[in-house]
């Protein structure tokens, strides 16, 4: 009998799209269904991106440069300096999306069987990763009582061991959208230095910060050699669909190392490198009307929420996510019954379970991820939805009124 | 100190690119650089499908499906039932290149420690792939004097072992552009039903086929578990720095698990898929006049070659690719040599040293890879310089007459 390997067998099936089919079997029903289960925004892709693709008079798509580019990276550089990063073109490597930037790092920097630390709830893709590349996530824990704010260090100092040769944080943070504070990235650098680890940067949703100052991990002074910077455009133009994401790093030999997987595998997407370097010249207000547009929907979504019996959502600093606290029994239950048993005037509304962000089994049972990627109107739809729901569910569990902890 | 992975140690550079750097100085010497080292055609992308890109109206550049837009793999379905292989979309998944779809295959069916089987020469990335999935490459050797055929049977059965998982075949072959027979064909499903073993098909040259029938490893009865198509549109369309490929198969449990892997990377290139899409509804006369232009280039190239002294390559029946035999000390040494070294009228030409596409250290040292993918007079005046320069080259070792084997 042929076999599937055992790397294939325990890698995991994705945890927000196993809802897909129920949403599909509603829609059929005539159901509207309100999708904040996935981060894939509304906010149109900026016309001049997508129109300097429209206007390209290559005869040949060649592949690119294997590190993408050089015009590319050259926009980069000045892109990254707006941020307060500073670079030079050949510290980039440009990657089809920042998932294959996660995939490099993992394959550059650990070994089979060492071990990454991620602040739980995480990116569940993280786990995908590690399990191609045979690394070991250890989690630990944020609560969503402090807001999900960076775990103490000594959590941290806890889990370490010689295995231990990564932390990855993302800031600000998908699935909770908090964003870590200067202190809490300093933190972040002590223990990086301590212990000799390298430092995963996943800053998809640098743009969106809404309260306090966003700090990148290459603002970090003393730590080039630990940071490896995952990026994308992704979120940042709305542009999900064109996988294109960079890898940045000033660790020479992890360049150079990632440059050989980057070789292996060609190029970068062509068409898209062209988006990205068109996305570079926008004006800077470019990013205003999606960041008022974000925060306006974040603020009524927050509000919504803590207005509802029994639900904690704690106000995320930056990202398009939330994470809440319902008073019910288990989160995936809840988020097929929306799909499967329920509508209120023929809408439902779908969520993320936030156990598939928790690497700690047992964790996010009461809890769900919302991604604020739909118009106010919507949201508002999708709120009073939930609200009716909630009064309605059979797995409901009457809670104490929640003590709001005072975030930061 | 922070340390490298030992995969990203292991990792192989480029063979082909290392000489990148030496072809830059010849060209800023003023010296024009024939480019036969690598397997990027002239060829136009065919104008209609860069028109359906220019032409999209799409307003949020989403994520796709992890398989590809339905749309796209529908019509790959009639593609792929053109070229006598029946399938269905759901057998499908698009993928980021062929590059990606062979990191699936990889992932999907093989163990870290595992073996697969490979011929030699081979195509030097499946190191990079076997590398970056703990896996290892076991060559066996098919020799030029028989045109590269499948070497014998035996040769595969001494070599199989309990952890032999799969053999890799291209056909047509880069890098030797040597197209397996229909017996050939079922010399390697026989062996891949007695050992139980999964047979990965590359067929990004499918198109490309001058003497003899195409055979799919997906027309072979019988084989269905088996078999994993890696695919490309890359050469098909011209199109490499597109990045689209597929991985097909009619196995269901190598489908579902790659799809885990395919939902990790949430999407393949989205701008590529409308190009994709497009081109399986180019006119079935699209590929006469680049199949008809590589086919001349072949033979003059293959002609050219062969009336130099001591030179010998075979007739390759498909891709664009030929491997030749030459009277010389080293591949490494002399392609360094004629970029470093030598110019003939202010021209050199740049090739392949056949020794990256060896498993076996030590084989492909008196061997160049030759990509034609200029045009005819391109190819005559890089030939005149190669000629040239085996006069001239100080390494040049004096040889008998090669014997031509009967090909075929």
Redesign the interface.
Known sequence: ?????????Q????PI?KLVPYAEAAKKKGIHVYHLN?G??????PPAI?NA????E???????H?AGNESYRLKLVQYYKKVGIDITPEQIIIT??G??AI?FGF??????G?EVIIPEPFYA?YN??AC?A?VRVVPITSLIETGFALPPIADFEKVITSKTKAIIICSPNNPTGYLYSRNEMEALKDICIKY?L?LFSDEAYREFCYDGEYVSAMHLKGLD??VVLMDTISKRY??????LGALVTK?K??YD?AM??A??????????QI?GEAAVDLPDSYFDAPKAEYLARRDLLVNRLNAMEGVFCPNPGGAFYAIARLPIDDSDKFCQWLLEYFSYNEQTVMLAPATGFYGTEGLGKNEVRLAYVLNLDAINAAMDCLENALEKYPGKVKKEKTEIAEIK
């Open positions: 009998m042929l076999k599937i390997s055992k790397r294939g067998e890698m995991p099936a994705s799209r996935i894939q925004p509304d906010i149109e892709t997508l693709v429209r206007k390209t290559i005869k040949v798509l060649e592949y690119s294997s089809t999306g998932s294959e995939l394959f550059c920097c650990l070994n089979p060492d893709n995908g990763f191609a045979g000799n390298y050699d630990n709305s542009a999900c669909g064109a996988r660790n030999a992890v190392t050989k997987f070789q292996a595998r060609l190029s970068p997407p062509g068409l898209a988006m």
